[in-house]
C-alpha cells in the first residue's frame, strides 16, 4: 500500500454514533494531518499531530498516532449529518532540508452520516 | 478569519492552450504549494515555493508547468499547452511555517 492509505474506503453511520477512521503510512514522519473534503470542494484542515504526540482532541475530534505500527486514527465522535464528507490523512516527512513539506495524501474515507 | 481564495473556481480550455490559474495566500504566510486532484483519485502535490523559488517539486511538475509570484500578494501555476490530463481540480496552499497548510477552495480545470 501507498503512504497514508485510509480505511475503509467508505463508512455509513447513523447520525450521533462515532465514527472511527484509520491511516497507515510507510516512511518517518514529521506530522500527519487530517484534512476533510465536502463533495467537489475545498480541503479543510482538521488536525494536525506531531511525530512525538500520542493523542490529540479538537472539539468532537480526537486523533491517535502510533509511531511504532505507523498508524493514525481519526474519530468523531456524536456523529451529525453534517459531518458527511471525505476525510483525508496527509503525512509531511522528516525535513529534509528543502525548506518546505510538502504534504502526501491517502485516498480518503468517504462518511456518510445518516440522520 | 483569513482564507486562500483562488481564481477562477472553473476553467474550461482547449486541449494545446495555456492557463493561468491564480491563488491569494494567506497574507503573513511564507510557504505556497500546489496540490492537484483528479476526479475520484488522491490528492497529489505538485510543488512548493518558498523565498521566491521553488523548494521541491514532484515528477508531475514537468516543464509545461510554472510558478511565479509577480507580486506580494499573487501566487499563480500556469500550464503551458494543456493536455486532456491535466483537467483535475488544482488547489493552493499556503502555510507561514512548514507544517499546517491553508487550503483554498480550487480551481476545476477542464480540458476539452
Known amino acids: 500500500s501507498q503512504q497514508g492509505e485510509e480505511d475503509p474506503q467508505a463508512l455509513s453511520i447513523q447520525e450521533g454514533e462515532n465514527a472511527t477512521m484509520n491511516c497507515s503510512y510507510k516512511?518517518?514522519?514529521?506530522?500527519l494531518q487530517w484534512y476533510r473534503q465536502n463533495s467537489g470542494r475545498g480541503l479543510v484542515h482538521l488536525i494536525l499531530?506531531?511525530?512525538?504526540?500520542r493523542e490529540k482532541h479538537s472539539g468532537r475530534l480526537r486523533v491517535t498516532l502510533d509511531t511504532s505500527k505507523k498508524s493514525s486514527s481519526l474519530l468523531i465522535t456524536a456523529s451529525r449529518a453534517a459531518d458527511t464528507a471525505s476525510y483525508f490523512c496527509?503525512?509531511?516527512?522528516?525535513?529534509?532540508?528543502?525548506?518546505?513539506?510538502?504534504?502526501?495524501f491517502g485516498k480518503g474515507t468517504k462518511l456518510s452520516v445518516i440522520p | 478569519e483569513p482564507e486562500v481564495t483562488q481564481t477562477p473556481s472553473h476553467q474550461v480550455t482547449q486541449m494545446g492552450q495555456e492557463v493561468i490559474l491564480r491563488c491569494v495566500p494567506i497574507?503573513?504566510?511564507?510557504?505556497f504549494y500546489w496540490y492537484r486532484q483528479i476526479l475520484g483519485q488522491k490528492v497529489e502535490f505538485l510543488v512548493s515555493?518558498?523565498?521566491?523559488?521553488?523548494?521541491?517539486k514532484s515528477e508531475i511538475f514537468d516543464d509545461q508547468f510554472s510558478v511565479e509570484r509577480p507580486d506580494g500578494s499573487n501566487f499563480t501555476l500556469k500550464i503551458r499547452s494543456t493536455k486532456l490530463e491535466d483537467s483535475a481540480m488544482y488547489f493552493c496552499?499556503?502555510?507561514?511555517?512548514?507544517?499546517?497548510?491553508?487550503f483554498g477552495p480550487g480551481t476545476r480545470l477542464t480540458v476539452t
Open positions: 515555493f518558498y523565498n521566491n523559488e521553488i523548494s521541491e
Open positions: 496527509a503525512t509531511a516527512a522528516a525535513y529534509s532540508g528543502a525548506g518546505s513539506y510538502q504534504l502526501t
Open positions: 496552499a499556503s502555510s507561514p511555517a512548514p507544517y499546517e497548510q491553508y
Open positions: 497574507s503573513n504566510h511564507l510557504y
Open positions: 516512511t518517518s514522519i514529521n506530522n
Open positions: 499531530i506531531r511525530s512525538n504526540e
